[in-house]
């Protein structure tokens, strides 16, 4: 079971966002906060997969509380759902690790795939929030982020790289696995070394940085 932890300062939306997740047989809701502090504390405290944060909350905002759980519980994985889907937030949230961005007009299934996404390690990115990615890429500092990209993936090996490529496309370790012809366990050692040699703290951060410093995949895989 994918144990969710909901946190909005609405008890009826906690209570929307509970009866959608538990509605797959595969995801429990174990605990609900309504403001980012408790969310926080909950998260430290209580067996937790992944961390459904909304953005306004009072006490600790959702980004805030999201930068916490990263040093108070970064085995989390925290997805962050809101109404607001400026450009800054979106790349705020995933700045600070957060495993993806979705709003609250998303479709219920939606909302299922996106924590079953972030439970198994990808990230998940609504269309509106995938776009706002797309156009900061094309941003007057994306050619500045394109080449610190490139400067901190210096000391990748050539294999590692096109493992990251691969991270940039969003696939998971098993398609990276049949795409290179490795075991998903080599594919999940390499995603780990690659991690730590870029000082990522998940593969959503890995990813952009894939994408500003223009890695692209082998297609003859």
Not at 97 to 110: N, R
Not at 134 to 152: C, F, I, K, N, Y
Not at 170 to 181: I, K, P, Q, T, Y
């Amino acid at each position: 079971m994918i144990r969710v932890l909901v946190a909005d300062d609405e008890p009826l939306i906690r209570a929307g966002i509970r009866m959608i997740l538990t509605s797959a047989d595969d995801i429990d809701v174990v605990a609900e906060a309504c403001d980012g502090r408790e969310a926080v504390d909950i998260a430290r405290s209580t067996a937790v997969d992944v961390a459904l944060l909304d953005i306004q909350m009072p006490v600790l905002d959702g980004l805030t509380a999201l930068a916490e759980l990263g040093r108070a519980a970064p085995h989390v994985r925290a997805l962050i759902l809101t109404t607001f889907g400026e450009r800054d937030n979106v790349l705020r949230a995933l700045g600070h690790g957060g495993a993806g961005f979705l709003l609250k007009d998303s479709a219920p299934q939606e909302l299922i795939h996106a924590v079953r996404a972030a439970a198994t390690g990808n990230a998940y990115l609504s269309p509106a929030a995938a776009r706002h990615v797309v156009d900061s890429l094309a941003s007057p500092a994306a050619a500045a982020r394109g080449e610190q990209a490139r400067r901190r993936l210096a000391g990748l090996t050539a294999r590692e790289r096109e493992v990251l490529a691969l991270l940039g496309e969003g696939l998971s370790n098993a398609d990276m696995g049949v795409r290179l012809h490795m075991s998903e366990a080599t594919v999940k050692t390499y995603v780990s070394r690659i991690l730590t040699k870029l000082d990522c703290r998940n593969r959503v951060q890995a990813a952009l940085l894939s994408r500003d410093a223009g890695l692209e995949a082998d297609r003859g895989h």
